[in-house]
């Protein structure tokens, strides 16, 4: 009979993983609803100002876009302005105008919950820091925002 050292499959072991607390769960949770906010809002802005640049090409006066959108003209002549492909199609100004109102309502609501979600963090932030058991680079390193950021939530906010 021959010895063979590797004839008997080894034993696997698993990783430590270390457990979470439940507001370290909650603040790396926060992670992906951020993102889809983040990227909700990205997504929108790009939608308006296509819309407000499709809105000035067909000559919808630039007073009623920067009434609708809620922004100043200047602006609104700015963000039109970056269009450079956009021609006549002969679209009347209502539909414009009820479109750009249907996106700056839509930006609205996404701006609201990301404040709201920006509102949740720092509730999460300041619990952990007053509990003591953790300091703003351990909550960096859950919640993946720079600890400058972090600096920045948990300032007092000038009323």
């Given at each position: 009979?021959?010895?063979?050292?590797?004839?008997?499959?080894?034993?696997r072991?698993?990783?430590h993983q270390?457990r979470?607390?439940?507001?370290?769960?909650?603040?790396?949770g926060?992670?992906?609803p951020?993102?889809r906010?983040d990227s909700?809002?990205?997504?929108l802005l790009?939608?308006?100002n296509e819309a407000?640049?499709?809105?000035?090409?067909?000559?919808?006066?630039?007073?009623?876009?920067?009434?609708?959108?809620?922004i100043?003209a200047?602006?609104?002549k700015?963000?039109?302005?970056?269009?450079?492909d956009?021609?006549f199609s002969?679209?009347?100004?209502?539909w414009?105008?009820?479109g750009?109102?249907?996106v700056?309502?839509?930006?609205?609501?996404?701006?609201?919950?990301?404040?709201?979600?920006v509102?949740?963090?720092?509730?999460?932030?300041l619990?952990?820091?007053e509990?003591?058991h953790m300091?703003?680079?351990?909550i960096a390193a859950l919640?993946s925002l720079?600890?400058e950021?972090?600096?920045?939530l948990i300032?007092?906010?000038?009323?």
């Open positions: 009979m021959t010895y063979v050292a590797e004839a008997r499959p080894r034993r072991t698993t990783p270390p979470l607390t439940s507001l370290e769960l909650r603040l790396a926060t992670r992906v951020r993102a906010i909700r809002i990205r997504t790009g939608r308006r407000i640049a499709a809105a000035l090409a067909d000559k919808v006066s630039l007073a009623a876009v920067s009434a609708v959108v809620g100043r200047a602006d609104v700015r963000l039109g302005g970056a269009y450079q956009l021609h002969g679209a009347p100004q209502e414009h105008l009820s750009l109102a249907a700056a309502k839509q930006l609205e609501h996404a701006l609201k919950d990301k404040e709201q979600s509102e949740s963090l720092r509730s999460d932030v619990e952990g820091l509990a003591g300091d703003v680079f351990r919640t720079p600890a950021r972090i600096r920045e300032k007092p906010v000038a009323q």
